[in-house]
């Protein structure tokens, strides 16, 4: 369900501006490009999933959706170690998550991975 209620709102963010800037996608491929945090989507497949059923039936439906998931970081304070996390390494669910180090193991807040950083209409 937390995939469904984020592509609602981007949903509602593109209709918004295809209203306000008069452009119609009706007959012309249109693909979307989302930038979206890694702990923002439980699930890849969910997500393109919930953008299908809630596409049906509007100007969007049969529009192609390229996801760029943008992953969680870690800077230990222990050991220095910089860099990204691979999917999984911190829940979705915690609020402040942490991980394991991977270099020294110690428990560390990740950064980053929240949110949607943009969206992207290009008719081809």
Known sequence: ???????????????????????????????VTLKVGALEMHSEEATRQAFEVLTKGTALEGARLDLIILPVSLVCSKCGFQGPLPMGAADPH???PLAECPQCGALTPVQGGRGVESIELKWD
């Open 1 to 31: 369900m937390h995939e469904y209620a984020l592509m609602e709102n981007v949903l509602a963010a593109i209709m918004v501006e295809l209203k306000s800037s008069g452009e119609t996608p009706a007959g012309r491929p249109l693909t």
């Open 94 to 96: 915690d609020a402040l």
